[in-house]
């Protein structure tokens, strides 16, 4: 298992500092994780990159909506990822301690209402996602602009149960693509 703690903070003025120098040929960056939600200082650092006219990228997993409504409000986003992982229902399965599907059905709303370009993103997990969790899902994507499939690749698992499992064959994700088509304006299929 990968220990955060064990890796050293990078430090933040650096990190803009060394963004403003590629500023010539970069427009924008990613923000991802672990969960970058779960930091209190992401506002703050979203505004220094703005400051330096770069757009903003954030990959989430949804679970803390009042964190992406203020970052909506402020207008500190130019494109939202959410990962759905599987059914609302089932996340308690991926954490340690149960969750409430209450703050990711919120995300959820507010990303479908956002005025940016979003996508909502779902790894095929097998023993997490089949057909009937994508019929749930979409349910709660209908008329979203984009729900991005991917590919699960088990030997990038932090889970090791999930290392020995077996990716959907090609034909069988494409088919779980003509099952979100029902849901949503575009599906995209990435990893195959």
Request: net charge negative; proline share 8%; with cysteine.
């Amino acid at each position: 298992m990968l220990d955060p703690g064990a890796f050293p903070d990078f430090p933040v003025n650096e990190l803009l500092a060394d963004l403003k120098k590629r500023q010539s040929f970069i427009d924008g960056v990613v923000i991802s994780g672990g969960e970058p939600t779960l930091d209190t200082g992401l506002p703050a650092f979203l505004r220094q990159l703005k400051e330096l006219g770069l757009q903003v990228k954030l990959d989430t997993n949804g679970l803390l909506p009042e964190v992406i409504h203020r970052l909506l409000d402020e207008q500190l986003l130019d494109y939202l990822a959410v990962d759905i992982k599987t059914t609302p229902d089932r996340y308690g399965e991926l954490h340690t301690r149960p969750v409430s599907p209450a703050p990711l059905l919120r995300t959820i709303e507010l990303v479908k209402a956002a005025a940016i370009e979003t996508e909502f993103r779902t790894t095929c997990v097998p023993q997490l996602v089949g057909e009937d969790e994508l019929r749930l899902i979409g349910e709660l994507l209908r008329g979203a602009p984009l729900w991005v499939l991917q590919q699960f690749l088990p030997e990038h698992s932090l889970v090791v149960e999930w290392q020995e499992l077996s990716a959907y064959p090609p034909g069988q994700l494409e088919r779980l693509g003509q099952v979100a088509e029902e849901y949503v304006e575009r599906v995209l299929l990435r990893g195959l």
